[in-house]
């Protein structure tokens, strides 16, 4: 069983909606991340996390959003996006060793 | 730059050993890690080996790290069906929060 919850585990849609991706982690690690993974290729960094600010950006689009509510609540806000942007989207947390992955999101967007 | 690299594919006979071989150019990686991942689902953590360690066993698993090649191998012994999946290689760059990836090998385990 992952330690790390995303939810919703499939999302569909348009090119002009606003949905979010949520994540979750109780295992107190203080550093949270999102990749995106495109079929069969090694998952791409696009945020860190670290004590709830924000610490790193891979110069990803402004259609994409994070936000850290707290320690263990991990959000993407996504509005506006483009076909390319159809992937599986990845959380994970680490507490200084390695980083433990959630089962993702599948995106696809029309 | 930073990189790492694997062979992208491998088939084994069920009950036979498989070995997935990588190769890293940053030797300040402290961490070296293998995640695997089932189609559809996402990265599972299998196995770590510090740096300044040779040999890391676990069950079926074992990993051989050699510093002067910088190559990192993992065996996986008895394989079964379900080891079927793509197999990653990632080390940690400096401060363990950006992890540099292989681009994976699918094994395939051929009854």
């Known amino acids: 069983d992952t330690e790390v919850t995303q939810t919703p585990k499939h999302l569909v849609m348009g090119m002009t909606n606003k949905k979010s991706l949520k994540c979750e982690q109780h295992m107190g690690h203080r550093a949270m991340y999102w990749y995106k993974q495109k079929a069969k290729k090694p998952p791409e960094l696009m945020f860190v996390?670290?004590?709830?600010?924000?610490?790193i950006n891979e110069s990803v689009p402004s259609r994409f959003s994070p936000e850290c509510p707290n320690s263990s609540l991990l959000n993407l806000h996504l509005h506006a996006l483009q076909p390319e942007d159809s992937a599986l989207y990845l959380c994970?947390?680490?507490?200084?060793?390695?980083?433990?992955f959630g089962d993702g999101t599948r995106l696809s967007i029309l | 730059g930073e990189d790492v690299e694997q062979s992208l594919f491998l088939s084994v006979r069920e009950g036979d050993s498989s070995v997935i071989n990588c190769t890293y150019t940053d030797s300040s990686s402290t961490y070296l890690y293998w995640y695997k991942q089932e189609p559809g689902a996402g990265l599972q953590l299998l196995t770590y080996?510090?740096?300044n360690m040779d040999m890391k066993q676990d069950q079926r698993l074992t990993v051989l790290l050699n510093k002067k090649d910088k190559h990192l191998s993992l065996r996986i012994a008895d394989t079964q069906t379900g080891d079927s999946a793509i197999y990653f290689c990632a080390g940690n760059a400096g401060n363990n929060r950006k992890l540099i990836w292989g681009l994976g090998t699918s094994l395939g385990v051929n009854p």
């Open positions: 996390y670290s004590y709830e600010k924000l610490s």
């Open positions: 080996i510090f740096s």
């Open positions: 994970a947390s680490s507490g200084g060793g390695p980083q433990h």
